[in-house]
């Protein structure tokens, strides 16, 4: 055992010293290496801890939401629809919503209003010409509580609110744009007869009813576009799906490139190396030494660039709050929330990434030498 | 001591695994500490029957995804195309682009 190791330290000895003879090559190859990693698992673990986060804060959303559809588009429900819902079996509450947009000119951002549910604690109600605001929405337009501040409705009319209170910044994720304000005031801001409301959130006694509900209401309310809560959860499931839009675009370009430049750097030996192989075999070295040697180097070359790189990942994810997503997450939009996501590892995901980086190069850097290790040490040397 | 560049390369990599295996402890005592914000966040989400992520801000279908349709991306003209850059980085909702079961091949009245 004793004389295996002593072997295996001579060559990763020599391995270290010939990868130092060419030195910025490898250090170059080490770093573009380490990048890939760094990006791969960054986006990695940004979106299973969004998911992760997704699943635990939504599971206590609205079972299901009933929206009215006119012509294609979503509009509002009309008096007298939440009495038809009510005559369906099953449905243990019906609550009318009332929530909006609202594009401030000022800051160029877009708001989210909404009245607290008759269901919020006291503590969640808003009085009258008071508004309770999103943190994102206090730090852009540096508010706090007991300050004024005006909205100009969409019929031209001035509104002037107070801020009774700021939601916390650890809620961000959300409540970033939010604006909570009283019944009677959004009626007023956005001239919504009362009656009428934006959808119907229902609550079910059973929840392996909810699916017979749906299909109920859309026999009764044939208008009507019922969402569950399991299709909200399974949308932000297949969030950022890897399969999905431009983050792929972005990541299979550089990691084609990179896939282009290792394939090259390992399966295309240059004539330094065909030589030093030659040499190798000329003065003792077995096809298998030669072999182990090239392993090392493609495992501590590998290993060492996966692990730096998930490393630097987890840091930039969890330490730095995705500082550079920002810009690509960010799009158009003004209002961005300020979020730290609970640092969830996924075992497996991770033994999947070690796997696709660290394998197919240790592969790649083994078989070219394979086939130079076996030919004849005097063709080799020749080339 | 460490004469030798296997043995430096031994202790190097030796720290490295040390934290990347760090990198998961710190995880399982970050989740203990988050908990309690998390469980905060969810009964915000319950009083005010919060459906979505405020991730994009931009347009409503990103603000909302979960309560958009189909065509929310397309409706500001006929022609008007999806041109939010958020938009490309959100799938629509799944529920939407399920197809629905084939009936054609059930009905016995001809066509």
């Known amino acids: 055992m004793k004389t295996w190791i002593e072997k295996q330290q001579a060559l990763i000895d020599f391995t270290l010293a010939s990868l130092a003879r060419r030195k910025l090559k490898n250090l170059g190859l080490l770093l573009v290496y380490t990048l890939i990693v760094f990006l791969l698992a960054s986006v990695m673990l940004f979106t299973h801890a969004l998911r992760h986060e997704a699943a635990q804060v939504l599971k206590n959303s609205p079972e299901v939401i009933v929206q009215r559809m006119v012509a294609g588009r979503h509009d509002l429900i009309p008096p007298g629809y939440l009495n038809r819902l009510g005559r369906i079996r099953g449905v243990q509450k019906k609550e009318g919503r009332l929530w909006g947009y609202y594009y401030d000119a000022v800051v160029k951002a877009n708001y989210t209003f909404m009245v607290p549910t008759a269901g919020a604690s006291a503590a969640g109600k808003v009085a009258n010409g008071k508004i309770v605001i999103g943190a994102a929405v206090a730090r852009e337009r540096g508010l706090l509580p007991g300050n004024l501040i005006s909205f100009r409705s969409y019929s031209g009319r001035l509104f002037s609110f107070a801020v009774a209170e700021v939601l916390p910044h650890s809620a961000e994720l959300v409540s970033a744009d939010l604006i909570l304000l009283s019944e009677a005031d959004y009626r007023a801001f956005f001239e919504i007869p009362a009656g009428h409301y934006t959808d119907i959130a229902l609550s079910v006694a059973n929840p392996q009813e909810v699916r017979n509900i749906a299909a109920k209401l859309a026999e009764t309310l044939p208008d009507s576009r019922p969402i569950l809560r399991e299709e909200v959860l399974r949308t932000y499931e297949s969030i950022f799906n890897w399969r999905e839009g431009i983050v792929l675009v972005l990541l299979s370009g550089s990691i084609f490139a990179f896939a282009i430049f290792a394939w090259e750097k390992a399966s295309g030996l240059s004539a330094e190396e065909k030589r030093e192989i030659g040499i190798l075999k000329a003065i003792g070295w077995e096809t298998g030494d030669v072999l182990k040697m090239k392993f090392w180097e493609g495992a501590l070359v590998s290993l060492t660039a996966f692990l730096l790189g998930y490393i630097a990942a987890y840091l930039h994810v969890f330490r730095f709050s995705s500082g550079l997503f920002e810009p690509v997450l960010k799009g158009w939009a003004v209002l961005y929330p300020r979020f730290e996501l609970v ?41 | 001591m460490l004469s030798r560049k296997s043995q430096r390369a031994f202790v190097f990599l030796v720290c490295i695994l040390a934290a990347f295996l760090l990198t998961f402890a710190d995880s399982a005592s970050r989740q203990a500490e988050h908990a309690t914000l998390l469980a905060a966040n969810g009964r915000l989400v319950e009083q005010l029957g919060l459906t979505d992520l405020c991730l994009f801000t931009e347009a409503r279908y990103t603000r909302h995804p979960s309560q958009a349709d189909l065509h929310s991306a397309f409706q500001d003209h006929p022609l008007g195309l999806e041109h939010f850059p958020s938009g490309s980085l959100l799938p629509p909702p799944r529920n939407l682009t399920a197809s629905y079961e084939n009936l054609d091949r059930k009905t016995t009245s001809a066509d």
């Open chain 1, 343 to 383: 640092p969830v590892v996924d075992g497996f995901q991770v033994a999947t990434l070690f796997f696709f980086t660290v394998f197919p190069y240790t592969v790649a850097t083994i078989v070219p030498i394979w086939r130079a290790a076996i030919t004849d040490p005097d063709a080799v040397m020749r080339g």
